[in-house]
């Protein structure tokens, strides 16, 4: 016996947790998939995950229930029965009622399913200096991506996906071809350098050298994955003159502040 098998049998009972991976969107989705099972997840959507106003799925709708019911609003508990359809309840009051219950979590009922390809959980792990020939420019997105907290998943079909591996959540909606990837890690790293190092400090610092480097750096990369072309080039330049120019400024304000 499987584990859906286990659930439909109420050997088991599914536990959906609240803001973390999509658990009541995805259960949702796999049971209308299962078949037998639509008409039942068809309703329970309607009657409990749907806002009436914008006539549309509310993950807050069904946890303001819960709330409603004295549940616990952090993670709560699904069953299914055949005489009432899905039903909620505590973890505790399952485990208080039988102490060996399974609980199980929606990603093993959709392996358990099949149904891997649903949920693009049909990958394997791969990084840019297995899928490129440059390993330098390999290297130096690998070594962002480890940073940033994302890996790279690949499907047997060819394509790519960027996992967040904070909020286990995918960058894009579809998987896409490996250049698309490519170009998203670059300009993320690119950005984040430019947005959320705190470069005047480093220049202030000293640390000017490090600023030139780093950027240089990134513009040869991007030359290189043929992500540069003469528009973002003027782009980057532009602003890179602007930060040695306001440094110089500066500079020349706290001589004269001195004096």
């Known amino acids: 016996m499987n584990k859906m098998e286990e659930f439909l049998n109420f050997a088991a009972v599914i536990k959906i ?13 796999l049971m209308k998939s299962v078949g037998f099972l639509k008409e039942y997840a068809d309703s329970f959507e309607k009657n409990c995950c749907s806002d009436k106003e914008f006539n549309e799925f509310s993950e807050d709708v069904f946890w303001h229930y819960v709330k409603l019911n004295n549940g616990n609003t952090r993670d709560t508990c699904i069953e299914f029965q055949w005489s009432k359809g899905f039903t909620w309840g505590n973890k505790k009051d399952y485990l208080d009622y039988d102490s060996e219950m399974k609980i199980l979590n929606v990603d093993d009922l959709i392996k358990a399913c099949n149904k891997e390809e649903l949920f693009k959980m049909n990958y394997e792990y791969t990084s840019f200096k297995n899928e490129l020939e440059d390993k330098e420019s390999a290297s130096e997105l690998d070594y962002f991506l480890d940073f940033y907290e994302w890996s790279i998943t690949k ?26 990837i490519i170009s998203r890690v670059y300009y993320r790293m690119f950005d984040y350098f430019i947005d959320e190092e705190d470069i005047e400090v480093l220049i202030k610092d000293g640390d000017f050298n490090y600023v030139k480097s780093k950027y240089e750096g990134y513009m040869k990369t991007g030359e290189k994955l043929k992500l540069i072309d003469e528009l973002n080039k003027k782009h980057y330049e532009k602003w890179f003159q602007k930060v040695i120019q306001e440094n110089k400024e500066k500079d020349v304000t706290e001589i004269s502040n001195n004096i």
């Open 17 to 29: 947790r609240r803001d973390y991976d999509d658990d009541l969107f995805k259960f949702i989705k």
């Open 155 to 180: 499907y047997p079909d060819g394509k790519y996906n960027i996992k967040d591996k904070q909020c286990n959540t995918f960058d894009f909606e579809e998987n896409t071809t490996l250049d698309n």
